[in-house]
């Protein structure tokens, strides 16, 4: 196992699980910028440093309760012999939310240490002793942080220089401005549907007219984060004004 820093990008995944990596990172964008060197990952098992026989990493928690709790000695182990770990972060329902915002500050980061949850957790002391960074994918529970890395993971390669073509995608996508992306469509531009409906394309869309095409996805965005969003898009009007 390499802990050079292979590629612009690194990723050091801290699991019980290496084999679930790349997992679906290994395929179409992802995929092809790995094998680019656009970013590298790679893993390490905090069971190779556990001491006793049985090679533990959890245990019950003090104070009684369902579930295992992983070990800090164990952890502390294995974060210590794989230094320098870069932003350190654990993946956990009581972090801060996963936003585009903090994706996007992400990928300034050279290098990641992202430490997966399973069971109940991780002991707290490991977390204070090492001033982890908890990241939340959203209000429920999943059971293990993997599948959480992989998800922050894959929002972060997608905007890393040269994966996606054409990097204007990226300025009108959803939640960039506080606003959620317009609807798009394409060929063809009468489709008949299941039911036998005619569905035509906005005839704005086909007009050639770029202005009245930009002002149309514009309104589009506003309408659908306001009626879907009202959160975000209370932000965006305090930003339009304040731009004003
Ligand atoms: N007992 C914990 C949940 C443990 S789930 C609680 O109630 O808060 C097991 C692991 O899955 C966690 O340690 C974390 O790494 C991961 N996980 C679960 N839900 C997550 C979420 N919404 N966002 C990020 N990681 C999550």
């Not at 679930?20 to 069971?47: C, H, Y």
């Not at 990241?135 to 293990?144: A, E």
């Not at 005839?203 to 095409?213: C, D, F, P, Q, W």
Request: glycine share 8%; net charge negative.
């Amino acid at each position: 196992m390499t802990l050079r820093h292979t590629a612009p990008f690194h990723a050091h995944i801290v699991t019980l699980f290496p084999e679930m990596f790349p997992g679906f990172l290994g395929q179409s964008l992802s995929g092809k910028a790995l094998e680019r060197g656009i970013w590298s990952f790679d893993t390490v098992n905090p069971r190779a440093y556990a001491t006793d026989l049985h090679k533990t990493v959890d245990d019950a928690p003090f104070g009684g309760g369902a579930g295992m709790v992983m070990k800090p000695d164990v952890l502390s182990k294995t974060l210590e012999a794989h230094k320098p770990l870069g932003r350190f972060i654990y993946m956990s329902p009581r972090g801060k939310p996963l936003t585009q915002a903090l994706v996007q500050e992400l990928t300034q980061a050279p290098r990641l240490t992202i430490l997966c949850g399973r069971y109940e957790g991780v002991d707290q002391r490991l977390l204070d002793a090492y001033g982890a960074e908890e990241i939340s994918l959203g209000d429920y529970v999943l059971s293990g942080g993997e599948q959480a890395a992989m998800i922050l993971l894959d929002a972060v390669i997608r905007l890393l220089p040269d994966v996606v073509g054409n990097m204007e995608t990226h300025s009108e996508e959803s939640f960039t401005r506080h606003l959620l992306e317009y609807p798009h469509y394409t060929r063809p531009a009468e489709w008949q549907d299941a039911e036998g409906v005619i569905r035509k394309v906005p005839e704005v869309l086909t007009s050639g007219h770029h202005a009245k095409v930009e002002a149309w996805r514009r309104a589009e965005s506003e309408r659908l984060t306001a009626e879907r969003r009202p959160d975000l898009f209370a932000k965006y009007l305090e930003i339009s004004k304040k731009s004003e």
